[in-house]
């Protein structure tokens, strides 16, 4: 029932910087878990991001911390990772996930989250 649909995925040169976002239609009836994964070429997804709607708490992977921001647009249903000075080792498919059981906090692992949207592409050339 619930759709996700990732975009801003782009080629960008290492330092730049990108804003993907993460649009979610359906029927969601509370405060979820949404996370940010990557997935690179022969290697497992991985998490980048994960945040709790109800009250805003986030947690990043240590390798984006200070560079990736997230926010919400609740009225849109929409979440954005703003991601700054990228690097090369940031290329990869991103995707946005969201988990529907109510956690204290989220979790980082793909497993747990039901919904998945169809990824967008970041390529960081240096």
């Known amino acids: 029932q619930i759709r996700l649909v990732e975009s801003g995925g782009a080629s960008v040169q290492a330092g730049g910087s990108l804003t993907l976002s993460c649009t979610a239609s359906g029927d969601i009836y509370k405060n979820v878990c949404m996370g940010w994964f990557r997935q690179v070429q022969g290697k497992e997804r991985e998490g980048i991001a994960v945040f709790y709607t109800g009250t805003k708490n986030i947690d990043y992977t240590d390798s984006v911390k200070g560079r990736f921001t997230i926010s919400q647009d609740s009225a849109e249903n929409k979440v954005y990772l703003r991601m700054d000075s990228l690097e090369p080792e940031d290329t990869g498919m991103y995707y946005c996930?969201?988990?529907?059981?109510?956690?204290?906090?989220?979790?980082?692992?793909?497993?747990?989250?039901?919904?998945w949207g169809q990824g967008t592409q970041v390529t960081v050339s240096s």
């Open positions: 996930a969201v988990d529907l059981m109510v956690r204290p906090r989220c979790s980082w692992s793909p497993s747990e989250y039901n919904f």
